[in-house]
């Protein structure tokens, strides 16, 4: 598992970006989704993506709906129409970023 700091800067964009190829998904299926995409090595804690998913609705670039699933009621988080702009923003971004890591810390590719 990745130390917190490092995934600190990229909690945005991941969420962002699973919530553009998932269309809509509530809190626990991001945790999941992305410790299956990651084998495990990126953990997300509520106490992380709570306030990252908050801040993203009071930004306006993420909108909730809830749901009534039995006696709970699931809140679920989608792209606003700027979200989706936003989403492919912060990927590129990111993108970005790594490669200039990558430069700075002489990272060779692995084949």
Do not use: C
Request: aromatic share 8%; charged share 25%.
């Amino acid at each position: 598992m990745y130390p917190k700091d490092l995934l600190k800067g990229t909690l945005q964009p991941i969420i962002l970006k699973l919530l553009e190829d998932n269309g809509r998904m509530y809190g626990y299926e991001i945790t999941q989704k992305v410790k299956d995409l990651t084998s495990g090595k990126i953990n997300i804690t509520e106490g992380a993506l709570y306030p990252t998913l908050h801040k993203l609705e009071a930004d306006g670039v993420v909108k909730t709906e809830e749901e009534f699933i039995g006696k709970r009621v699931r809140k679920y988080y989608s792209l606003t129409h700027e979200g989706t702009s936003v989403a492919r923003q912060r990927v590129v971004e990111v993108s970005d970023f790594f490669g200039t890591i990558s430069s700075l810390l002489n990272i060779k590719p692995t084949t």
